[in-house]
């Protein structure tokens, strides 16, 4: 949301170029769609004012510079991590990242669960990814979750319903859409490049909730599923996307570089954002039917406490994986620090991850 406020400073206030009114439906229609609301919003908006190109340029630009910092602390960490006691420095990453995931997930189920049923929800979600500890696990928890939220909740909004012509013209492109990505990962199959394209798509269209979200997906994915990176590789990218400005989801640069180098990298970014970027611009021409339909809402409704289990369950699988050993209590009063911080002060992650750092250093 910084990145939205930055956004409407300078085109609402300062330019005058767009309305307030386009920023309110852009993060209306992105929280209602998977994929990273920022950069969808900002896709939305360059859309907006100059179309595709506008769109591509908009996105392009909020994304460059965080992937070009990703791939240098990439470098680093593959090429000079033994000059820097990386491993030490990681074991003090470790517990503040999931220090700071736990506090996400509670703090989104402060707001968002309010009643018993979204209790049972993000309980259900939690023990099911728990116990079965699978990418399938988590897509099944969300459509159950989806499914559980049109039965269960009823918005009191009256149902407007776009025009035939809309829903049809919407229909042809969201098919041609589909028939598109399914052809580019049937033509790349086979393919490490591809593999990492379809894995990442995937993501990028299953994502409901906000960045935190891919934690658990992606270390389903990559790390158990796939066995593509370890546990501490995997930490160490969620790291980099926490101290780099920008979206969270930027670690795929990250994860694609360590699996295919700097081709990798750019398949792995393009994949994890444009999809869901390029569904909400197709799905913009029937918002109105969308933000009102009492079915779409009542599936987000469901879909919310079930994003907050998966995210807390994340946070345990990083913590249990990183707790063993003889600092187990230094570990754990890292996590608990660093919960408490961002959970009552709010604290910066970024200073958080780097104090992590520096006592990795100096006491691991």
């Known amino acids: 949301m910084s990145l939205i406020a930055m956004m409407r400073n300078k085109m ?9 009114d386009l920023i309110t ?7 209602m769609l998977p994929g990273p609301v920022a950069v969808n919003v900002v896709t939305y908006v360059g859309f907006y004012v100059a179309g595709i190109a506008g769109a591509l340029v908009s996105m392009t630009a909020v994304l460059l510079p965080s992937f070009l910092l990703v791939l240098a602390l990439t470098w680093l960490y593959l090429h000079a991590g033994s000059a820097f006691q990386i491993d030490d420095i990681l074991k003090g990453i470790f517990p503040v990242v999931a220090g700071i995931i736990f506090a996400t997930g509670i703090s989104m189920g402060k707001k968002i669960c309010t009643s018993w049923r979204h209790y049972i929800i993000a309980t259900a979600s939690f023990a099911a990814v728990y116990f079965f500890n699978s990418y399938w696990a988590i897509l099944l928890a969300l459509a159950s979750s989806a499914v ?11 149902p407007r319903v776009a025009s035939a012509r809309s829903w049809k013209r919407v229909a042809t492109w969201l098919g041609a859409f589909a028939l598109g990505l399914l052809t580019t990962i049937w033509l790349s199959s086979g393919t490490l490049l591809g593999k990492i394209f379809e894995q990442f798509s995937v993501v990028s269209l299953s994502l409901f909730g ?17 066995a593509w990176i370890t546990d501490q590789e995997f930490v160490y990218g969620i790291s980099v996307g926490q101290v780099t400005p920008g979206p969270i989801l930027v670690s795929a640069t990250f994860f694609g570089y360590k699996m295919a180098g700097l081709t990798g990298a750019i398949v792995a970014t393009v994949a994890i954002f444009t999809p869901s970027a390029i569904l909400m611009l197709l799905l913009s021409a029937i918002f109105d039917a ?13 879909v919310r406490p079930c994003v907050v289990g998966l995210i807390i369950y994340s946070g345990l699988s990083i913590l249990i994986t990183h707790i063993q050993g003889t600092h187990a209590a230094l570990t754990l009063s890292i996590t608990a620090v660093s919960f408490f911080l961002v959970f009552r002060f709010n604290a910066s992650n970024v200073l958080l991850i780097l104090g992590g750092a520096t006592i990795g ?3 691991y």
């Open 25 to 31: 439906e852009g993060i209306s229609l992105a929280s």
């Open 290 to 302: 969308l933000k009102h339909s009492q079915v779409v809402q009542a599936a987000l409704a469901g």
């Open 148 to 158: 559980a939220g049109t039965l269960l909740f009823k918005p009191p909004v009256e």
């Open 12 to 20: 609402v206030v300062r330019d005058k170029s767009i309305s307030d």
């Open 210 to 226: 906000g960045g935190y979200v891919m934690i658990p997906i992606l270390k389903s994915m990559l790390v158990d599923q796939l």
């Open 361 to 363: 250093y100096l006491l």
